[in-house]
């Protein structure tokens, strides 16, 4: 059992910044792959970035250029830095782990661990 508890996000107003960490109770270079995902209300959760044990790194369309995923593995902890932010992003960000290698296209269900989910809300 992995747990992964979150932190960071809040409020910020369209243009502003904000940053969300993940830290795992487990060494995660030895996670396949770690990710992103956010779930607006009313929609399906859907997935914003993924790293892979290399460290390679993939961002869907909406937020490339202003999102960026990270890892710092002697601290274990997983990071998502927003800029640029929009309306659109505000949705509650959950953090995930998988045993397995990053797939793609990829789903909820290739994660094994989720953080306990945190929001983030922007305003015009």
């Known amino acids: 059992q992995v747990d992964l508890v979150q932190s960071g996000g809040g409020s910020a107003q369209t243009g502003g910044s904000l940053m969300l960490s993940c830290v795992a109770s487990?060494?995660?270079?030895?996670?396949?792959?770690m990710a992103w995902f956010r779930q607006a209300p009313g929609k399906d959760r859907e997935g914003v970035a993924t790293?892979?044990?290399?460290?390679?790194?993939k961002h869907v369309e909406p937020v490339q250029g202003r999102f960026t995923i990270s890892k710092n593995a002697a601290r274990n902890t997983l990071y998502l830095v927003m800029h640029n932010l929009t309306v659109e992003d505000s949705a509650r960000y959950y953090c995930?782990?998988?045993?397995?290698?990053?797939?793609?296209?990829?789903?909820?269900?290739?994660?094994?661990?989720w953080g306990q989910g945190t929001q983030v809300t922007v305003s015009s």
């Open positions: 487990t060494t995660i270079n030895n996670l396949g792959c």
């Open positions: 790293i892979d044990k290399d460290y390679r790194v």
């Open positions: 995930a782990a998988a045993r397995d290698y990053c797939h793609s296209p990829y789903t909820p269900v290739d994660f094994d661990y």
